[in-house]
C-alpha cells in the first residue's frame, strides 16, 4: 500500500470528506438497528425496514448510472452528502418533542437509499477522474484503509452514545459529518474526459450497462457471485448476527459494536498483506484462493445453531462473541485483500465512459439480491429454528465459491485503460 498518494491534493480531500461521513453514518447505522431491534424485537420487522433502503436502488439504479455518467460527479457527490446532512437537521427537530416511531425510520432509510442510488456510482468511480490505471490498486488500498480506520472507533462508540443518550444525538452528528463532508469535497478538481456518448438515448445508455455486463463471461460469473453475497452473506452480518444477540442471547448492546469493530480491525490488517498476495499468488488468482478460504472460515458458524452450543452461548454470551469475533476478524482480513482486487478487476474490463452505467447495473442486481436475502432470512429467524439460516448461509458461501473459481479459470488479460 502506497500512502505517496495522499500528496494527491484531490484524492486527500475526497478521503477526508469520506472518512468524515463515514463515522457518522457508522455510528448512526449500528444505533439505528438496536433502536430496531429494541422497538419491534422482530427480526422480519428489521429485514423490512432495512429492506426499505435497498427498494429504491432497484428502481432507479439504471437512471443513476446515465445520471452519473452525463454528469459532474463532484457536483452529484458534493449535493448529496448536503441533502442527507440538512434532512437529518429536519429529522432532529422534528422529533425533539416526540419519540422517533417506525414511519420517521421507514422514512429515513427510503430517503438515504435515494440518495445513495447516486452516490454510490459517483463516488465508486471516481478514482479514474484523479489517478491513472497504474495507480488504481493504491488508490482503492489506500481508500479502504482510510475508510477503515474511520471506521474502527464508531460502533463502539456509537453505541456507548445510543446507551447513554438515545437515538436522537446520534442523528444530529451524523448529520454534522455529512455537511462537513460536502465542504470539504466543493474543493476537489476531477479530471475532463471527453464523451462519446452525449447525445444518445437514455435507454440506450441504459443498455450498454447490462451490454458491458454480459458480453465479458468472467465479469458475469464474478458479478453473479457478488450478487449471491449479498443474497447469503450480508443478511448474515447485518440481520443474524444483531438478532442473535440482542434477541436470543440478550447481550448487552455493546457486543454489537464489539464485533463489529473487530470486523473493521480485521478488514485494516488485511489491507498490510495486499501486495505481499499480489506478488505471491498473482493479481487475478489470489481472489479464488481467499475466497476459498473464507468459505471454510464461515462454516464453523453453523455451531451458533446447534442446541447444547447454543444453550452454552446463552448462559456464557461471552464466550459466543469471542467466538464469533474470531471467526470475523479472520474472515475480514481475507475479504480486505480480495476487495481490492475486485475493483481493479473491474476497472481494468470495463471502458471507463461506461464505467457509471455498468456499476449501477452490477447496483442494482446486488439491491435486487441483498432485498431477496434480508427476507429470506428475517422470516427464518422468526419461524425457524436458528440452526436453518445457519446452514443457508453456508450453503449460499460455497456457491459462491464455485461461481468465482470459475470466474477466474476464465479471465485472460486485457490491456490497461489509460486516461
Given at each position: 500500500?502506497n500512502?505517496?498518494?495522499?500528496?494527491?491534493?484531490?484524492?486527500a480531500?475526497?478521503?477526508?470528506?469520506?472518512?468524515?461521513?463515514?463515522?457518522?453514518?457508522?455510528?448512526?447505522?449500528?444505533a439505528?438497528?438496536?433502536?430496531?431491534?429494541?422497538?419491534?424485537?422482530?427480526?422480519?420487522?428489521?429485514?423490512?425496514?432495512?429492506?426499505?433502503?435497498i427498494?429504491?436502488?432497484?428502481i432507479l439504479?439504471?437512471?443513476?448510472?446515465v445520471f452519473?455518467?452525463?454528469?459532474?460527479?463532484?457536483?452529484?457527490?458534493?449535493?448529496?452528502?448536503?441533502?442527507?446532512?440538512?434532512?437529518?437537521?429536519?429529522?432532529?427537530f422534528?422529533?425533539?418533542?416526540?419519540?422517533?416511531?417506525?414511519g420517521?425510520?421507514?422514512?429515513i432509510?427510503?430517503?438515504?437509499?435515494?440518495?445513495?442510488?447516486?452516490?454510490?456510482?459517483a463516488?465508486?468511480t471516481v478514482?479514474?477522474?484523479?489517478?491513472?490505471?497504474?495507480?488504481?490498486?493504491?488508490?482503492?488500498?489506500?481508500?479502504?484503509?482510510?475508510a477503515?480506520?474511520?471506521w474502527?472507533i464508531?460502533?463502539?462508540l456509537?453505541?456507548?452514545?445510543?446507551?447513554l443518550?438515545?437515538?436522537?444525538?446520534?442523528?444530529m452528528?451524523?448529520?454534522?459529518?455529512?455537511?462537513?463532508?460536502?465542504?470539504?469535497e466543493?474543493?476537489?478538481?476531477l479530471?475532463?474526459?471527453?464523451?462519446?456518448?452525449?447525445k444518445?438515448?437514455?435507454?440506450?445508455?441504459?443498455k450498454?450497462?447490462?451490454?458491458?455486463?454480459?458480453r465479458?463471461?468472467?465479469?458475469?460469473?464474478l458479478t453473479?457471485a457478488?450478487?449471491?453475497?449479498r443474497?447469503f452473506?450480508?443478511?448474515?452480518?447485518h440481520?443474524?448476527?444483531?438478532?442473535?444477540?440482542?434477541?436470543?442471547l440478550n447481550?448487552?448492546?455493546h457486543?454489537?459494536?464489539?464485533?463489529?469493530?473487530v470486523?473493521?480491525?480485521?478488514?485494516?490488517?488485511?489491507?498490510?498483506f495486499?501486495?505481499?498476495?499480489?506478488?505471491?499468488f498473482?493479481?487475478?488468482?489470489?481472489?479464488?484462493?481467499?475466497?476459498?478460504?473464507?468459505v471454510?472460515?464461515?462454516?464453523?458458524f453453523?455451531?451458533?445453531?446447534?442446541?447444547?452450543?447454543?444453550?452454552?452461548?446463552k448462559?456464557?454470551?461471552?464466550?459466543a462473541?469471542?467466538?464469533?469475533?474470531?471467526?470475523?476478524?479472520?474472515?475480514?482480513?481475507?475479504s480486505?485483500?480480495?476487495?481490492?482486487?475486485?475493483?481493479?478487476?473491474?476497472q481494468?474490463?470495463?471502458?471507463?465512459?461506461l464505467l457509471?452505467?455498468?456499476?449501477?447495473?452490477?447496483?442494482?442486481?446486488?439491491?435486487?439480491?441483498?432485498?431477496?436475502?434480508?427476507?429470506?432470512?428475517?422470516?427464518?429467524?422468526d419461524?425457524?429454528?436458528?440452526?436453518?439460516?445457519?446452514?443457508?448461509a453456508?450453503?449460499?458461501?460455497?456457491l459462491?465459491?464455485?461461481?468465482?473459481?470459475?470466474?477466474?479459470?476464465?479471465y485472460?488479460?486485457?490491456?490497461?485503460?489509460?486516461?
Amino acid at each position: 500500500m502506497n500512502f505517496k498518494i495522499l500528496k494527491n491534493k484531490n484524492f486527500a480531500l475526497l478521503l477526508f470528506g469520506q472518512a468524515t461521513s463515514d463515522i457518522g453514518g457508522v455510528m448512526f447505522n449500528i444505533a439505528l438497528s438496536l433502536y430496531v431491534l429494541d422497538i419491534t424485537g422482530s427480526a422480519t420487522k428489521f429485514a423490512t425496514i432495512l429492506a426499505a433502503g435497498i427498494i429504491p436502488k432497484m428502481i432507479l439504479y439504471p437512471f443513476a448510472g446515465v445520471f452519473v455518467d452525463r454528469f459532474d460527479r463532484k457536483k452529484l457527490i458534493v449535493t448529496l452528502d448536503t441533502i442527507r446532512g440538512i434532512f437529518l437537521v429536519i429529522i432532529y427537530f422534528l422529533t425533539l418533542r416526540s419519540s422517533l416511531n417506525i414511519g420517521y425510520v421507514y422514512l429515513i432509510t427510503f430517503t438515504f437509499g435515494i440518495c445513495e442510488t447516486f452516490f454510490s456510482p459517483a463516488i465508486y468511480t471516481v478514482i479514474p477522474f484523479i489517478f491513472d490505471s497504474d495507480d488504481y490498486e493504491d488508490a482503492y488500498a489506500c481508500n479502504n484503509f482510510i475508510a477503515r480506520i474511520s471506521w474502527l472507533i464508531a460502533p463502539l462508540l456509537g453505541t456507548w452514545l445510543y446507551t447513554l443518550f438515545g437515538i436522537k444525538v446520534l442523528i444530529m452528528i451524523d448529520a454534522i459529518t455529512f455537511l462537513v463532508s460536502a465542504f470539504s469535497e466543493k474543493f476537489i478538481t476531477l479530471k475532463k474526459i471527453e464523451r462519446s456518448m452525449e447525445k444518445t438515448k437514455v435507454f440506450e445508455d441504459m443498455k450498454e450497462g447490462f451490454v458491458a455486463l454480459f458480453r465479458v463471461k468472467s465479469v458475469l460469473l464474478l458479478t453473479s457471485a457478488l450478487i449471491l453475497f449479498r443474497v447469503f452473506i450480508l443478511p448474515f452480518y447485518h440481520v443474524v448476527l444483531p438478532y442473535f444477540f440482542k434477541e436470543i442471547l440478550n447481550a448487552p448492546n455493546h457486543y454489537v459494536g464489539t464485533y463489529n469493530t473487530v470486523i473493521i480491525s480485521g478488514s485494516i490488517i488485511g489491507l498490510f498483506f495486499v501486495n505481499k498476495a499480489k506478488q505471491k499468488f498473482g493479481e487475478i488468482r489470489v481472489i479464488s484462493f481467499f475466497t476459498n478460504r473464507q468459505v471454510l472460515l464461515f462454516i464453523p458458524f453453523i455451531l451458533l445453531g446447534v442446541s447444547p452450543v447454543l444453550s452454552f452461548f446463552k448462559i456464557n454470551p461471552l464466550y459466543a462473541l469471542i467466538f464469533v469475533c474470531i471467526l470475523l476478524f479472520s474472515i475480514m482480513v481475507l475479504s480486505a485483500i480480495t476487495n481490492v482486487f475486485y475493483s481493479t478487476f473491474y476497472q481494468r474490463q470495463v471502458p471507463i465512459e461506461l464505467l457509471g452505467r455498468f456499476s449501477t447495473t452490477r447496483f442494482c442486481l446486488y439491491s435486487l439480491g441483498e432485498t431477496l436475502g434480508l427476507n429470506l432470512f428475517g422470516v427464518l429467524l422468526d419461524n425457524t429454528k436458528l440452526i436453518i439460516p445457519m446452514f443457508v448461509a453456508v450453503f449460499g458461501i460455497f456457491l459462491i465459491s464455485i461461481l468465482i473459481s470459475k470466474s477466474i479459470s476464465l479471465y485472460k488479460p486485457i490491456i490497461k485503460q489509460d486516461n
